[in-house]
């Protein structure tokens, strides 16, 4: 490690100081948080225009594969022009690439896809808050990578309050899908370890590389899966195109840019930033089914707590580096 060759060029100026300063880190999730969001009403708005029954999961696993397979493809060009050369990964990261791929695309991605066809869009947002709780355990007692203080216990209860403050419509339309908030669950989970393992092995890879590489053997392994059980896809017009274009884009540039704040920060740091997901999912959910919340003002009230969770949790402290 140390020489250029390890260093992508687009982050090589500072780039540490950069990313891991408040305002940067941010707004950079905020961006990430708002794309993940939107996957929410996008992929249940997928199972419309493509046909694809609830009950039908070869064909889930196939438009999960081929969203994903697309954005690693995607991530590899992008960053490789960005940074003006070939993302290809080395011999030592292909265990790594292999690890992030189960955790991150395969396991999180058929939960939750599975989730999705058995619960809303708001429900399934709901859910995946608790995500943020998983991620700083597995940080703080699996793994020591760092210490959990009770300020980032203080901060994490506090972004949860906004989550159910957010939920509370969502909660009272319908009943609830065990099923399917079963496996928004277990997607947190693997997705929890995902970061963990990430934040590990950036250290020495590129975390854009590595991001582009396991999508594209996840996506492999979705799509190779879902097609030889049977799935199928009706892709019938431009907007069924265009939802999977946009799909594996918001993939692409958020995970990449995720990953590139886990490599510069705290696990905890970055992943309570997670909260605005479910916030950005219920309303973007609500806006694209044509529901409507009792009282947006409890939208902006739950944000309000939201942030105030994720200062909270970004304020004192030092970086503790990664010694996993």
Same mark, same amino acid.
């Given at each position: 490690? +140390? +020489?250029?060759s390890?260093?992508?060029v /687009? ?12 305002? =940067? ?12 969001g ?5 992929i ?5 225009l493509?046909?694809?029954e609830? /009950? ?12 994903f ?13 960005? @940074?003006?050369?070939? &993302? ?8 790594k ?12 991605? !058929?939960f ?9 869009? @708001?429900?399934?947002?709901?859910? $995946? ?6 991620? !700083? &355990? ?11 203080s009770?300020?980032?216990?203080a ?8 989550? !159910?403050?957010?939920?509370?419509? *969502? /909660?009272s ?5 065990f099923? #399917? ?15 963990v ?8 890879? $590129?975390?854009?590389?590595?991001? #582009?590489?396991?999508?594209?053997? #996840?996506?492999a ?5 879902g ?6 896809l @009706?892709?019938i017009? =431009?907007? *069924? ?11 692409a ?9 886990l490599?510069? $920060?705290?696990?905890s740091? =970055? ?9 950005f #999912? ?9 529901? @409507? ?6 939208? !902006?009230?739950? &944000? ?21």
């Amino acid at each position: 490690m +140390g +020489g250029h060759s390890d260093r992508p060029v /687009f982050f090589d100026m500072k780039s540490k100081s950069v990313f891991s300063k408040p305002a =940067v880190m941010w707004l950079t999730a905020g961006l990430c948080c708002l794309l993940w969001g939107s996957a929410f009403p996008a992929i249940k708005a997928g199972y419309s225009l493509l046909k694809i029954e609830s /009950f039908d999961t070869p064909s889930i696993l196939l438009f999960a594969g081929i969203r994903f397979f697309f954005a690693g493809v995607l991530t590899v060009i992008i960053f490789s022009l960005i @940074e003006r050369k070939a &993302l290809f990964p080395k011999r030592s990261s292909f265990k790594k690439i292999g690890v992030l791929s189960l955790f991150q695309t395969v396991l999180q991605y !058929i939960f939750f896809y599975l989730g999705l066809a058995f619960t809303s869009g @708001e429900r399934g947002a709901i859910v $995946n808050g608790t995500s943020v709780f998983f991620a !700083i &355990l597995i940080s703080s007692l699996l793994f020591k990578m760092e210490k959990l203080s009770a300020r980032k216990i203080a901060g994490c209860v506090l972004g949860f309050m906004g989550v !159910i403050l957010v939920s509370l419509d *969502a /909660f009272s339309q319908g009943a609830a899908s065990f099923k #399917g908030e079963v496996f928004i669950l277990l997607s947190s989970i693997s997705y929890a370890f995902s970061s963990v393992f990430m934040k590990c092995f950036s250290e020495d890879d $590129n975390p854009a590389m590595l991001s #582009g590489w396991q999508f594209v053997l #996840g996506g492999a392994v979705l799509t190779l899966s879902g097609f030889a059980l049977g799935g199928r896809l @009706e892709i019938i017009g =431009v907007k *069924a195109v265009l939802l999977i274009a946009y799909l594996a884009l918001l993939s692409a540039l958020a995970y990449s840019l995720w990953s590139i704040l886990l490599k510069y $920060n705290e696990v905890s740091r =970055v992943t309570v930033c997670s909260f605005m997901i479910p916030v950005f #999912g219920c309303v973007l959910s609500a806006l694209f089914s044509d529901a @409507e919340f009792s009282n947006p003002a409890v939208i !902006i009230i739950a &944000l309000a707590v939201v942030v105030i969770g994720i200062i909270l949790v970004n304020s004192g402290g030092k970086f503790r580096k990664n010694v996993v």
